[in-house]
């Protein structure tokens, strides 16, 4: 199993820009979820979902979208890319049976100049 | 929603001598607590968890303790090497209903030889 995996490994937008990020699972894990990670400030919840067709907002939903089309995959979009948006993204997947452990992927790291 | 904090945000440590990590949460709902650890540049990758009926659990020279009346719980490593050199975040359930979790801001955790 290749387990999470993300595409690309590295960005840089100009401002105004958009992109998506690919994220994508072989673990058959109904729940994906898509975080920022910033210099000293811990992980925050950008989406996430609980199965194929099913998306809701996490804790700094503004600026992204996401659609959860099949179980495998779940691409994160940015419309009109802001500098407040140069960090680094995990994609991160559960079998979301009961609270448990959430594989992330390697990460995408975004500059927007 | 639920807060997690973490204490101290760095720590050093002389090699083979113990660490300690604090974390505390304000949600007294919260079932599950995870640990991760995060390299420089890598993704993070959990290292041991524990659930609310559980008040300790130990894997080799981790150790995590769980206090649900004061709402905080520890990561202990004994014995530290080099390679425990890392990024450690704590995190707590938000809600078992789609797994998803809290996390703290992160502890730089630095072993010197």
């Known amino acids: 199993n290749a387990g999470v995996t993300q595409t690309p490994k590295f960005r840089i937008l100009k401002i105004g820009q958009s992109m998506t990020l690919q994220c994508a699972q072989d673990?058959?894990?109904?729940?994906m979820y898509w975080y920022r990670q910033d210099p000293g400030m811990g992980l925050k919840l950008i989406y996430y979902?609980?199965?194929?067709?099913?998306?809701d907002k996490g804790e700094v939903p503004n600026g992204y979208n996401v659609s959860r089309s099949t179980t495998e995959d779940f691409p994160l979009r940015l419309e009109l890319a802001a500098p407040s948006q140069t960090s680094v993204y995990f994609c991160?997947?559960?079998?979301?049976?009961?609270?448990?452990?959430?594989?992330f992927g390697p990460g995408t790291r975004l500059t927007v100049t | 929603g639920e807060n997690v904090e973490q204490h101290p945000s760095t720590l050093s440590v002389q090699e083979g001598d113990s660490a300690v990590i604090k974390c505390t949460y304000s949600d007294s709902a919260s079932n599950y607590f995870p640990w991760y650890k995060q390299e420089l540049g890598k993704r993070p990758q959990l290292i041991i968890d524990i659930r609310s009926n559980v008040g300790e659990k130990k894997d080799q020279r981790i150790a995590v303790t769980l206090n649900k009346t004061a709402k905080h719980f520890s990561l202990h490593i004994t014995e530290t090497q080099p390679e425990d050199s890392a990024v450690y975040f704590c995190?707590?359930?938000?809600?078992?209903?789609?797994?998803?979790?809290?996390f703290g801001k992160g502890n730089q955790v630095v072993v010197i030889p």
């Open positions: 991160a997947s559960s079998t979301g049976t009961q609270a448990g452990e959430q594989y």
């Open positions: 995190a707590a359930s938000i809600r078992v209903r789609d797994n998803r979790l809290a």
């Open positions: 673990m058959n894990h109904n729940y």
């Open positions: 979902s609980v199965g194929a067709g099913i998306t």
